[in-house]
């Protein structure tokens, strides 16, 4: 029996809604016509600055293109917390006659005020500006959850730096199978994720928030996927993976004392902000036709 951890819910949760703020009260309304490039969706004057100044670590347009992202094309988003990514796919999918399918936390504990918080904040700001947004379809991800999108259907599924969250719940494996299912034959899974140094003994539970590559490629395979292409997108060679709270001392969690203890002003994060974003693994699988 798959057990789904309050704590992996929670840290997930907390992690998510630290990557990407997004309010529609405050951002302004979308154009009268949607973006219909991914240039123009990623431009958007309804992201929020904070969310375009990471842009220059995330490369969103890069990325995206090489996950295959394409007008009119059914997408699942696994987990996208406060929908970071989902500003640029979901405008972009409207516009072009697509569709987007938002398999968010599923919500299995009620007292995990944390994880329900960030759901309901993503579903408020898709239903605030459907003109922008689309019919975005929600569903859900987690231990006991059906399927995230109606099976053969999806041309794309993105896990975007989620699958540490997954590993420490122990439902990494259930989150390839799920994909695997939602794919049409021939469609892309696209992984973004911290990368472990190679050549380790891989930690399961990824504690630091780092995972290695040839595991995360081990897990794919083992779901039927087959590996189409690797790409150094999203690497960063300044990152050491050796920082004192894992992946979240770098921005944009920015953690600076253990995980549930109040920020310590006297932590130096000078060389920790200097590194930037996380080096991450850039992978895009398919499933065979």
Known sequence: MIVFSRRALILGATALA?????S?????????EGPVTLESAVAGAWRLPADRARDADRHPV??????GLKPAQTVVEFWPGAGWYTDIIAPFLAATGGK???????????????????????RRKLAEAPKLYGAVEITAFGPTSGPVAPAGAADLVLFLRNLHNWMAAGVAEKAFRDAFLALKPGGALGVEEHRADAGGVPDVMAESGYVEQAYVIRLAQEAGFQLAATSEINANPKDTKDHPFGVWTLPPVRRSSPRGEAVDPAFDRTKYDAIGESDRMTLRFVKPA
């Open 18 to 22: 630290a990557c990407g703020r997004t």
């Open 24 to 32: 529609p009260a405050d951002a302004p309304p979308g154009p009268a």
């Open 62 to 67: 890069r990325s995206l293109a090489f996950w």
């Open 100 to 122: 987007l399918y938002a398999a968010n936390l599923q919500l299995t504990d009620p007292a995990a005020a944390a994880t329900r918080d960030v759901v309901e904040a993503h």
